[in-house]
């Protein structure tokens, strides 16, 4: 049985907290209640909710990171720095914090969309060693596509006009929506139980990218057309402006997922009492997203 504690007065210090996740994990601890203390590079341009205190931090240099810790026991991380300035940042967090939730992928689980070497997954797997030998309390949530991601893959397809063209349209993901992911987080965050866990988060269904791009054409009510392209026209029409190596890594895990369901858990209900989101419904709550500007 996990318990959750009252909330003590030190702060929680989220490393990352612009982000599509971070942003949602800022906003519903605050809305716990609990001190929430957010690290930005640029404090101008952060909007968070006003009992949220921001400490200007840039992880290539690990000293700024020294008062943002001041008081703090628990750190949320979001890593997005070059992977050069991990193990710095890390003695530093370990120096002053107890406890760590670090935002990881599902690198261990059996499925071939999550197994394609890359070096993302590499550098991911060394900062959880970093992490595990670092005398920290530490607990890994491993979310798998994020919905938001459809913003970047249909988005200016959508907003354009009502054709999409994709690569491997059969291909199925579970995506999981960023509340969701915000509020298992929280759940961790303000929770005892959890050290030495991992948490592989899914969306409930496992959708082809073809049902995902019709899912959101319903949600903003208009009829899409989606046709198939191959591989190497969606690099060199679609993914120009994409560093090669993400769109490689996309293409590899969609071809090797094209042909059975998508790994789908059942976490969010288990830690939050109700069940994750569905796709349609992060479509409709961000249909603005996808009409013409």
């Known amino acids: 049985m996990i318990v959750h504690s009252a909330h003590n007065m030190n702060p929680t210090l989220v490393i990352g907290a612009t982000g599509t996740v971070g942003r949602q994990v800022v906003s519903q ?5 609990a001190r929430v203390r957010a690290t930005t590079r640029n404090p101008g341009h952060a909007c968070f909710p006003t009992q949220v205190e ?15 810790l001041a008081d703090v026991q628990t750190v949320f991380l979001v890593w997005t720095a070059p992977h050069a300035a991990f193990t710095s940042a890390l003695e530093r967090i370990a120096k002053r914090a107890r406890r760590i939730v670090f935002l990881s992928a599902p690198l261990k689980t059996p499925h071939p969309f999550f197994q394609q070497p890359n070096s993302a997954r590499v550098q991911a797997l060394q900062i959880e060693q970093g992490i595990e030998g670092s005398g920290l309390e530490w607990t890994f949530l ?39 992911i915000g509020a298992v987080s929280v759940r961790v965050l ?31 009510g208009r009829t899409l057309t989606v046709e198939e392209v191959s591989p190497d026209e969606a690099r060199n029409e679609l993914f120009r402006d994409w560093p090669a190596s993400v769109a490689d890594k996309l293409l590899d895990a969609w071809a090797a997922a094209v042909g059975q369901p998508a790994f789908v858990t059942s976490t969010v209900e288990e830690m939050t009492g109700r069940p994750a989101g ?9 249909a603005a997203d ?3 500007a």
């Open 29 to 33: 601890l605050a809305a716990t209640g």
């Open 54 to 68: 921001t400490a200007q931090a840039d992880l290539t240099i690990p000293e700024t990171l020294d008062r943002c």
């Open 142 to 180: 491993r979310p798998g596509m994020f919905a938001a991601n459809a913003r970047h893959f249909w988005g200016p397809q959508i907003r354009a006009g009502r054709t999409v063209r994709w690569p491997y349209l059969n291909a199925p993901t579970a995506p999981i929506d960023e509340r969701d």
């Open 190 to 220: 303000t929770g005892e139980g959890h050290a030495g866990k991992d948490y592989v988060l899914t969306g409930p269904r496992s959708l082809t990218q073809y049902e995902q791009i019709l899912a959101i054409g319903d949600a903003i």
């Open 278 to 286: 569905t796709f349609l419904d992060w479509a409709t709550h961000n």
């Open 290 to 292: 996808f009409k013409p």
